[in-house]
């Protein structure tokens, strides 16, 4: 934990019909994380020393005021020493690099039947004693 600044919110968009469809360039994971304007992040940095237990927070997220994932962060598969210490031994973390640590489950695409966000829609992801980061789908 040495290593570790402080806590912030991550909506880590996911283009589903770039992951998922089959297809010459579908199916990529990489391009289907990583367009323009996904992944926004905030809206602070909470340091360590500024959580009690950054391991059982609320984890929330809304689609146009409906709560779609209500969760808590005690229930992540990993806690944070376990991720840095499974990632630092395929490569190396340098300062200021960031680590999403997964979602809740909610996830639209898997729900039945299934949600997809459109232009317009508002997101909001909240982490209790972090903040809330709301975003518009453009």
């Not at 367009?35 to 020393?49: H, N, Q, R, S, W």
């Amino acid at each position: 934990m040495n290593y570790v600044f402080g806590y912030t919110v991550a909506n880590d968009v996911s283009a589903r019909d770039w992951q998922l469809k089959p297809g010459k360039y579908c199916g990529q994971w990489v391009i289907g994380n990583a367009m323009d304007d996904f992944c926004p992040l905030g809206p602070a940095i909470v340091t360590k020393e500024g959580l009690v237990d950054p391991h059982n927070l609320g984890v929330r997220t809304r689609v146009n005021g409906v709560t779609k994932q209500n969760s808590n962060t005690n229930q992540m598969v990993f806690q944070t020493q376990q991720l840095i210490a499974f990632i630092t031994r395929f490569m190396t973390i340098k300062p200021g690099d960031l680590i999403l640590t997964g979602t809740p489950s909610g996830v639209g695409v898997f729900k039945k039947p299934p949600e997809f966000m459109k232009r317009g829609d508002i997101v909001e992801v909240e982490i209790d004693d972090i903040g809330t980061l709301k975003n518009k789908i453009v």
